[in-house]
């Protein structure tokens, strides 16, 4: 983590802090010393994290916002890193809706609106991040994609779809600040829950908690690895993909249902 003087604070911008991941995120990185800008998309709860890291010593702004409006975004984005310069960014805002029951194909609104959410907005904000910490000669950045990026899911064309241009995106744009002081690092789970009691069954394949896929982002992004997969048995799935023929993977494909 970008180390400052006793006087400053490390500022910390998490989006889709009111969601499983982003809450988990915030308050892992809570303490004091710490100041935190969270978005996210429910107001309630980002209120309830922010009480949350306060009471372990860090300070917590919150906006809420809808990354559908990405030029609002990207303003605001603008004014908090104007305001005090950002050390490191989280963004991990994204919707996940699937084939809706009974149809074909998604409705094409549907479509746009997750290509918005899931690429569009986090691309622009990442790179408008990674341009003003090359400015700066330092600065981390961690951007949540998913394990299902590397395959063609049927069921849910437009997440994976948009997360694969994001991936492809991140990888991109890493390699255009390296030399400049900025690591930008993709973060691609698999299945993760927002609470996961012990001995429980997890209800979907390889399923693992939103505290435990946090705890091995904070570590990633802040060593400045290009990716991360969690849990990395997902690995062995993109490979698995890529290797197998083609009709043979179309036919195991088509035989998933939506989780």
Known sequence: MTVKPPSGQIRIFITGASGALGSALALRLAQPGVSLSMWGRDRTRLDEVAALCRERGAQAEIRS???????AALAA???????????????????????????IVEDPAQVARLAQTNFAAPAAMAAALAARMAGRGEGRIGVVGTAAASHSLPFAAAYSGSKAGLSRYVDALRLAVRGHGVTVTLVSPGFFAGAVQPGAVPSRPGEISADEVAEKMIAAVRAGRAELVVPRRFLLLRWFDRLLPRPLRDRL???LKAP
Do not use: I, K, N, R
């Not at 916002?65 to 030029?71: R, T």
């Not at 890193?81 to 149809?103: H, I, K, N, R």
């Open 253 to 255: 494909l088509l035989s």
């Open 77 to 103: 984005l603008q004014d908090e890193d104007d305001a005090e310069p950002l050390d490191l960014a989280f963004l991990v805002a994204g919707q996940g809706d699937t084939l809706p029951a009974g149809s």
């Open 65 to 71: 916002l809808d990354l559908s409006d990405c030029a």
